[in-house]
Antibody, heavy 120, light 111 residues
Framework: EVQVLESGGGLVQPGGSLRLSCEAS????????MSWVRQAPGKGLEWVSA????????YYADSVKGRFTISRDNSKNTLDLQMNSLRAEDTAVYYC?????????????WGQGTMVTVSS | QSVLTQPPAVSGAPGQRVTISCTGS?????????VHWYQQLPGTAPKLLIY???KRPSGVPDRFSGSKSGTSASLAITGLQAEDEADYYC???????????FGGGTKLTVL
């Protein structure tokens, strides 16, 4: 079964750091670009960051640029999101997603999400 | 304020047809970037419904269809069922932002 499983969410104080992880299974992880998408409580979806299949290229939304770092380990089938200088507005469910195919920006596989709460 | 504009809510009776619009602009839909649609049932992760403007992933009923014209796209749902009650999101790529962008979402209520 093709799936991704996020972990690492929790409660963190403003200005703090958190590292999210995503473990992929059921597909050739190294062949697909991956992304993180978040959803604040009661709000819509927001793309956060993406990484190419090899990991050589990374992309960020303006709202997180300079604070978040995406990375992957193709030998372990894992995707990470290092989040620094966290703000209240970063509070959201963070989803790990897979692209349906290299030439498409559609995300066909989503994890169950991991909740990040930034609050004092 | 989302880059892609969707109506906040639509509704329809069982068996009816409803459409959800997604309006963009020249850097995104108007630039030829594909539009994708997602369904999010209450308390669950989004599910890909339509990709590449009109394509359905395996397992998605043909009651769901997508179209695109100019700077807008639409999702049509025919033969409305109670289990279709969910939030629907459109998504595309924006060249000026260099980012994937989502619409604000549309809540579908089955009357």
């Amino acid at each position: 079964e093709v799936q991704v499983l996020e972990s690492g969410g929790g409660l963190v104080q403003p200005g703090g750091s958190l590292r999210l992880s995503c473990e992929a299974s059921g597909f050739t992880f190294s062949s697909y670009a991956m992304s993180w998408v978040r959803q604040a409580p009661g709000k819509g979806l927001e793309w956060v960051s993406a990484i190419s299949d090899s990991g050589s290229s990374t992309y960020y939304a303006d709202s997180v640029k300079g604070r978040f770092t995406i990375s992957r380990d193709n030998s372990k089938n894992t995707l990470d999101l290092q989040m620094n200088s966290l703000r209240a507005e970063d509070t959201a469910v963070y989803y790990c997603t897979k692209r349906i195919k290299p030439t498409s920006g559609a995300f066909d596989i989503w994890g169950q999400g991991t909740m990040v709460t930034v609050s004092s | 304020q989302s880059v892609l504009t969707q109506p906040p809510a639509v509704s329809g009776a069982p068996g009816q047809r409803v459409t959800i619009s997604c309006t963009g602009s020249s850097p995104n839909i108007g630039a030829g970037h594909d539009v994708h649609w997602y369904q999010q049932l209450p308390g669950t992760a989004p599910k890909l419904l339509i990709y590449g403007n009109t394509k359905r992933p395996s397992g998605v009923p043909d009651r769901f269809s997508g179209s695109k014209s100019g700077t807008s796209a639409s999702l049509a749902i025919t033969g409305l069922q109670a289990e279709d009650e969910a939030d629907y999101y459109c998504q595309s790529y924006d060249s000026s932002l260099s980012a994937w962008v989502f619409g604000g979402g549309t809540k579908l209520t089955v009357l």
